[in-house]
């Protein structure tokens, strides 16, 4: 008679059988275990990023972000048809899956202090006790014993896994995944070769140094990502640890979703990720929650340090400019770099930056939040729209994870048309924040702060445009270079200092303010005083009067921001021009504020300004210029637009059309 054995708790997968090996070509071993599992094991046992436990509540990294959102559409309506011919032979690659181990909501590692509980695998008998290694919830049976992984023993086995403990996450084939599941219930002999790969120590794994579980498995997610096809530009934002650019949007972001705003109140703020459409390929913005996207913020910061992203490793002249650049607007000092240069150009070698003896990338990163972090969030946040986008979204309680993760699912749900899982997973998440027993959320409080962003954004359409943003930077990365030297010529020539510090100082506060962040703050505030005396300045149709005396009004942002035709122009040409406009209102203010200029000085300004050789008065000289000199200057567009070619090449008769522009942006501001 058998003897009683009680019942274990611990729920696990079928044994697997294993090949193992691991990937050497590096300092890093990365040790994986090859295995074939069947349709219906791998729609049981394995998991998209949105199936994980917790993920309802997660607080999200985006280092654990590595799945890129799946397109329902494109499973549904391609690849699960594809599957169900019959007529026509099929096959998948290998899909490429990750054993996370996992305690509670939160993702980790394999150290031995979490208690972790490995299952027995079936018919453990057949393995003596010695040849059974566990390896964190993993378990291992060997058909022959072994001291080191590398040796030929340790190659063939069977494999399991506690599925309380473990997420087997696709890092590779989301998608091929998502229609196995889809048909897995249906039953089929199909199996799939799959790659598990367990980051565990005692496989070869460094059990300390800088890189973690999470780090490895987000470069493994790029690299296979980009060798398979093309990785888009929001994701490698994200995701890219090699890229200068990339690394500088992420170090003024928050790198997590959080709960609150206190990320804007740090010394060195950063946008929160709340505020950030993160996981979109959108540039636009004009519409939902956010202040920002992370190609809009790309773009940005590309502007301000005037590189773009570091792709080929080859291109050492491209390189090199790059580099000066950053040592020039990030004070960085990256001889070492520019010597390894050297080396790789001399020896056709591609280049990249290191981490030994110096973390070049996190000496940028660092330089960047040290010198753009709190001017980019003050442009970006202090606005009277993005103040008001920022309270509506404290109100209503969305500055957290759980509205971030629903409104990603909604708008996955809404551009896969109608797919069904995508809204089933939408359903499913609402289901779960209404009924949880803890600050329980209903989907149409979620749905109401959605509708009373929107409401801001309608009220001011054009400070929600991408077209703004790229002007609004424009406009900024050019008051920088209005240097307080210059700014002490406007009040007594004598005070002009040769060497002046890119700085000023605060007097009420007590503290050194940079240069970049007192020109974003006198930007900001000259900005908003012009909103707040004239509401419709940010509509794209805003008119203004251009004739007090016969009461004749024009449109304020005619071949600007706006197209002839009335809607928004969205062009880069349109910011390029519309930035002057901008920066024309912070040189204003400028002599509004320091000099003490009225609305009576504007003709004086203007003679000022027109005989100019040098300081603030020559800058804004430059600035009036490109609003009507050049051919494809506003004032000439405006010419041209109303049929007046001539005048479209007679600088008075386009001046007449800019200046009752440049006296109205005056007076509405001084007054």
């Given at each position: 008679?058998?003897?009683?054995?009680?019942?274990?708790?611990?729920?696990?997968?079928?044994?697997?059988?294993?090949?193992?090996?691991?990937?050497?070509?590096?300092?890093?071993?990365?040790?994986?275990?090859?295995?074939?599992?069947?349709?219906?094991?791998?729609?049981?046992?394995?998991?998209?990023?949105?199936?994980?436990?917790?993920?309802?509540?997660?607080n999200?990294?985006?280092?654990?972000?590595?799945?890129?959102?799946?397109?329902?559409?494109?499973?549904?309506?391609?690849i699960?048809?594809?599957?169900?011919?019959?007529e026509?032979?099929?096959?998948?690659?290998?899909?490429?899956?990750?054993?996370?181990?996992?305690?509670?909501?939160?993702?980790?590692?394999?150290?031995?202090?979490?208690?972790?509980?490995?299952?027995?695998?079936?018919?453990?008998?057949?393995?003596?006790?010695?040849?059974?290694?566990?390896?964190?919830?993993v378990?291992?049976?060997?058909?022959?014993?072994?001291?080191?992984?590398?040796?030929?023993?340790?190659?063939?086995?069977?494999?399991?896994?506690?599925?309380?403990?473990v997420?087997?996450?696709?890092?590779?084939?989301q998608?091929?995944?998502?229609?196995?599941?889809?048909?897995?219930?249906?039953?089929?002999?199909?199996?799939?070769?799959?790659?598990?790969?367990?980051?565990?120590?005692?496989?070869?794994?460094?059990?300390?140094?800088?890189?973690s579980?999470?780090?490895t498995?987000?470069?493994?997610?790029?690299?296979?990502?980009?060798?398979?096809?093309?990785?888009?530009?929001?994701?490698?934002?994200?995701?890219?640890?090699?890229?200068?650019?990339?690394?500088?949007?992420?170090?003024?972001?928050?790198?997590?979703?959080?709960?609150?705003?206190?990320?804007?109140?740090?010394?060195?703020?950063r946008?929160?990720?709340?505020?950030?459409?993160?996981?979109?390929?959108?540039?636009?913005?004009?519409?939902?929650?956010?202040?920002?996207?992370?190609?809009?913020?790309?773009?940005?910061?590309?502007?301000?340090?005037?590189?773009?992203?570091?792709?080929?490793?080859?291109?050492?002249?491209?390189?090199?400019?790059?580099?000066?650049?950053?040592?020039?607007?990030l004070?960085?000092?990256?001889?070492?770099?520019?010597?390894?240069?050297?080396?790789?150009?001399?020896?056709?070698?591609?280049?990249?930056?290191?981490?030994?003896?110096?973390?070049?990338?996190?000496?940028?990163?660092?330089?960047?939040?040290?010198?753009?972090?709190?001017?980019?969030?003050?442009?970006?946040?202090?606005?009277?729209?993005?103040?008001?986008?920022?309270?509506?979204?404290?109100?209503?309680?969305?500055?957290?994870?759980e509205?971030?993760?629903?409104?990603?699912?909604?708008?996955?749900?809404?551009?896969?048309?109608?797919?069904?899982?995508?809204?089933?997973?939408?359903?499913?998440?609402?289901?779960e924040?209404?009924?949880?027993?803890?600050?329980?959320?209903?989907?149409?409080?979620?749905?109401?702060?959605?509708?009373?962003?929107?409401?801001v954004?309608?009220?001011?359409p054009?400070?929600?445009?991408?077209?703004?943003?790229?002007?609004?930077?424009?406009?900024?990365?050019?008051?920088?270079?209005?240097?307080?030297?210059?700014?002490?010529?406007?009040?007594?020539?004598?005070?002009?200092?040769?060497?002046?510090p890119?700085?000023?100082?605060?007097?009420?506060?007590?503290?050194?303010?940079?240069?970049?962040?007192?020109?974003?703050?006198?930007?900001?505030?000259?900005?908003?005083?012009?909103?707040?005396?004239?509401?419709?300045?940010?509509?794209?149709?805003?008119?203004?009067?251009c004739?007090?005396?016969?009461?004749?009004?024009?449109?304020?942002?005619?071949?600007?921001?706006?197209?002839?035709?009335?809607?928004?122009?969205?062009?880069?040409?349109?910011?390029?021009?519309?930035?002057?406009?901008?920066?024309?209102?912070?040189?204003?203010?400028?002599?509004?504020?320091?000099?003490?200029?009225?609305?009576?000085?504007?003709?004086?300004?203007?003679?000022?300004?027109?005989?100019?050789?040098?300081?603030?008065?020559?800058?804004?000289?430059?600035?009036?210029?490109?609003?009507?000199?050049?051919?494809?200057?506003?004032?000439?567009?405006?010419?041209?637009?109303?049929?007046?070619?001539?005048?479209?090449?007679?600088?008075?008769?386009?001046?007449?059309?800019?200046?009752?522009?440049?006296?109205?942006?005056?007076?509405?501001?001084?007054?």
């Amino acid at each position: 008679m058998d003897q009683p054995r009680p019942a274990t708790t611990i729920r696990k997968t079928p044994n697997f059988d294993f090949i193992f090996g691991r990937y050497s070509h590096s300092q890093l071993h990365v040790p994986y275990f090859q295995v074939s599992m069947s349709f219906d094991d791998i729609a049981r046992y394995l998991v998209l990023v949105t199936e994980m436990p917790g993920a309802s509540s997660m607080n999200w990294r985006i280092e654990e972000l590595f799945q890129r959102d799946i397109d329902w559409r494109r499973v549904e309506r391609k690849i699960v048809p594809y599957l169900k011919q019959q007529e026509e032979p099929h096959f998948f690659n290998s899909l490429t899956i990750a054993l996370l181990p996992f305690h509670g909501d939160t993702v980790g590692d394999f150290s031995a202090s979490k208690g972790w509980h490995a299952p027995e695998l079936e018919n453990q008998q057949h393995f003596p006790a010695d040849r059974v290694r566990r390896f964190g919830p993993v378990t291992c049976g060997y058909w022959g014993g072994w001291s080191d992984p590398i040796e030929d023993n340790a190659r063939l086995g069977q494999i399991c896994w506690n599925t309380n403990e473990v997420c087997a996450v696709a890092i590779d084939g989301q998608h091929r995944l998502a229609a196995i599941k889809e048909l897995g219930q249906a039953g089929t002999s199909s199996s799939v070769p799959v790659i598990l790969i367990v980051l565990h120590p005692d496989l070869g794994f460094p059990r300390s140094g800088r890189q973690s579980v999470i780090d490895t498995l987000r470069r493994l997610f790029i690299d296979l990502n980009k060798h398979a096809q093309t990785v888009s530009r929001a994701r490698q934002i994200l995701l890219d640890d090699r890229d200068p650019v990339s690394i500088c949007v992420r170090a003024i972001i928050g790198d997590q979703l959080v709960e609150g705003k206190a990320e804007l109140e740090e010394t060195l703020p950063r946008l929160p990720l709340s505020l950030v459409d993160w996981h979109t390929e959108r540039a636009l913005f004009g519409d939902g929650p956010y202040l920002a996207t992370i190609l809009g913020m790309d773009w940005a910061v590309s502007k301000i340090l005037a590189i773009r992203p570091f792709e080929d490793p080859m291109a050492h002249d491209e390189i090199d400019r790059l580099i000066g650049r950053l040592e020039k607007n990030l004070g960085l000092d990256l001889e070492m770099a520019r010597q390894r240069l050297k080396e790789c150009d001399r020896h056709k070698r591609p280049f990249s930056f290191v981490e030994e003896p110096v973390d070049e990338l996190r000496q940028i990163a660092d330089g960047f939040r040290s010198e753009w972090s709190k001017p980019v969030t003050t442009l970006l946040t202090q606005m009277v729209p993005y103040r008001k986008l920022i309270d509506v979204r404290a109100t209503y309680g969305t500055l957290s994870p759980e509205f971030c993760n629903w409104f990603a699912l909604k708008a996955s749900a809404e551009s896969a048309k109608g797919a069904a899982k995508a809204t089933a997973l939408l359903l499913k998440y609402e289901n779960e924040l209404a009924n949880r027993l803890q600050n329980p959320i209903a989907g149409t409080d979620l749905f109401n702060s959605v509708t009373e962003c929107e409401k801001v954004k309608d009220r001011y359409p054009l400070a929600f445009a991408v077209v703004f943003h790229r002007a609004l930077f424009l406009a900024f990365v050019a008051y920088t270079k209005v240097t307080r030297q210059i700014v002490a010529v406007l009040g007594d020539e004598d005070a002009i200092e040769i060497d002046a510090p890119a700085e000023e100082v605060d007097e009420e506060a007590g503290t050194v303010v940079s240069l970049q962040e007192e020109r974003a703050s006198r930007l900001v505030e000259a900005l908003n005083t012009l909103i707040v005396k004239e509401p419709g300045f940010l509509e794209p149709g805003f008119e203004f009067p251009c004739d007090e005396e016969n009461e004749t009004f024009d449109r304020f942002w005619l071949c600007s921001f706006q197209d002839p035709q009335g809607p928004i122009d969205f062009t880069q040409g349109a910011a390029v021009r519309a930035s002057d406009l901008l920066l024309l209102v912070g040189h204003f203010w400028i002599y509004h504020k320091i000099e003490g200029l009225g609305q009576g000085d504007f003709e004086k300004l203007m003679e000022r300004a027109e005989t100019a050789e040098s300081g603030l008065d020559l800058k804004l000289d430059q600035c009036l210029n490109r609003l009507f000199v050049p051919e494809q200057s506003i004032g000439a567009r405006i010419c041209k637009m109303r049929g007046d070619s001539a005048d479209a090449q007679d600088d008075d008769k386009k001046w007449a059309v800019m200046k009752p522009r440049v006296a109205w942006l005056w007076n509405s501001l001084v007054g």
